[in-house]
């Protein structure tokens, strides 16, 4: 996996590219923006003082999510597996992981940890229960881990991630999948929600639709949230 993002990183936003993908949103801003509604819309209902928290985003990528949600917290925070990835988050905090399972952080270090289209490239199961472990550990007792993945009951993102050369590795978990590994990794499944059903121009006219339809499992994306047990 670092071999294979290091050299994506070049032309990472071009081989995002799709003829679906540009209709629902021109350019790629939307798709960060909207995980960062989602993420901020609940952190706010859980009463999170975020300007107080640290926050850190494993697999940042080139650190898109983190610039959004950077004003607002006390630290955020990046890692990734690719140094050529993380060459375009010089801005950020961001450090590279020494393996897909490990994390260069102590114990019990941040208040929020996010993974984003991560779990989709760890190669097997028995990785992806170590990683979320690892993610486990470094987050303090009572805090909020979040996945977001594609969600591969909608039709539209499977044919995307088909035709995607980044993904040409991917397997993709359903919203359950993801809920399993959160409760297996010592977490307390607090919230799950779909997203991404309107094209961006429509979301900016009626926001509110997505609102209603967060529980219909046919979003082009979706985040659980998980509660560390203490």
Partial sequence: ??????????????????????????GSAFFAERKWMLLSAFLKRRGVRIENARW??????????????????????????????????????????PAPDRLPY??????????????HHVASDEMR?????????VLKPGAIFCIVEHNPFNP??????????????????????SRALLAGGGFRVVEREFFLYLPERLYRRAPFV???????????QYAVFGEKRI
Avoid at 210 to 220: D, F, I, S
Wanted: proline letters at 5%; hydrophobic letters at 40%.
């Fill in 210 to 220: 997505e609102t209603w339809m967060k529980k219909v499992p046919l979003g082009g």
């Fill in 156 to 177: 539209a993102t499977r044919l995307i991630v088909r035709r995607t050369p980044v993904d040409a590795n991917a397997r993709l978990l359903t919203a359950a999948e």
């Fill in 56 to 97: 850190l985003d494993v697999g940042c990528g080139q650190g898109d999510l983190l610039r959004l949600g950077k004003p607002f917290f006390g630290e955020v925070a990046g890692c990734d597996l690719s140094s050529e990835m993380l060459a375009g988050a010089q801005d950020l905090k961001v450090s590279l992981q």
């Fill in 1 to 26: 996996m670092p071999a294979e993002f290091d050299h994506y990183a070049a032309s990472y936003r071009a081989l995002l590219r799709d003829p679906i993908r540009d209709r629902f949103a021109p």
């Fill in 129 to 137: 229960h170590r990683l979320s472990s690892e993610i486990r550990r």
């Fill in 106 to 119: 102590a114990d019990g270090e941040f208040d929020l940890v996010t993974a984003v289209c991560v779990y």
